[in-house]
């Protein structure tokens, strides 16, 4: 079964503390996504990646950076955290242009303390 | 910039009824696909029904259709003979052929069926 996996299930951290989402996918798709979701707000895309050590902005990437060293692999980096970044993080990927042939994972709830 | 927006922030069906998630989106493009995606309270996003943009034929899938109106701008999610296992979060989405394959999501519609 073909599966986009994260690292995390529940995260809780310190503000000010760096701290590393990571994302592997077995299907070797090209594209991979960092979204956030919060209520009442959707889902909404922090970066993507079409390649591995490329990287595009999405449209909310502040205070995030992100990190595609390996094709599998898509890490999302918060380099301080604060206490709005507290939220639900999700990853997918998709082969090619997509066409919404997206694979979530399962999400990492991240609390900022 | 287009947007996606769903003004239902939660409705409630009962079991073996139909009900109809509303979603409308914005955009000078015409070349797109829009997407209904499900994500059950395991969170696991599942994808429920794609339209492309071209087709006028309305997408269906088992108990879901859709209702495109292109003009309008209007992409409408009706479930029919509901059942529990639909309670979950819906979610609309656009995405742009000519910007590859980013997806745009709306606000999402928290749906319960109740037995």
């Known amino acids: 079964d073909v599966k986009v996996t994260q690292s995390s299930r529940y995260l809780v951290k310190r503000t000010g503390e760096k701290v590393f989402l990571e994302c592997v996918q077995d299907m070797d798709h090209e594209n991979m996504f960092w979204y956030r979701q919060d209520p009442g707000l959707g889902l909404r895309l922090i970066y993507f990646s079409y390649d591995v050590k490329m990287k595009e902005k999405g449209d909310i990437p502040e205070g995030y950076s992100v990190s595609r060293e390996k094709k599998e692999r898509f890490s999302l980096i918060l380099e301080s955290a604060s206490t709005n970044q507290t939220s639900m993080y999700l990853c997918a990927s998709s082969p090619g242009q997509g066409m919404g042939g997206y694979t979530f994972g399962s999400g990492t709830r991240l609390t900022v303390v | 910039a287009q947007t996606v927006t769903q003004s239902q922030p939660e409705m409630s069906v009962q079991e073996a009824e139909t009900v109809t998630l509303s979603c409308t989106y914005d955009?000078?493009?015409?070349?797109?696909?829009l997407f209904w995606y499900k994500q059950p309270p395991s969170r696991q996003m599942i994808l429920v029904i794609r339209?492309?943009?071209?087709?006028?034929q309305n997408a269906t899938e088992n108990r879901f259709s859709v209702n495109f109106q292109k003009a309008a701008k209007s992409f409408s999610l009706k479930i029919s003979d509901s059942q529990l296992g639909d309670t979950a979060m819906y979610f609309c989405?656009?995405?742009?052929?000519?910007?590859?394959?980013?997806?745009?999501f709306g606000q999402g519609t928290e749906l319960s069926v109740k037995p």
């Open positions: 989405a656009f995405m742009n052929r000519n910007q590859g394959g980013k997806l745009i």
């Open positions: 955009t000078s493009e015409n070349n797109y696909y």
């Open positions: 339209q492309e943009a071209y087709k006028q």
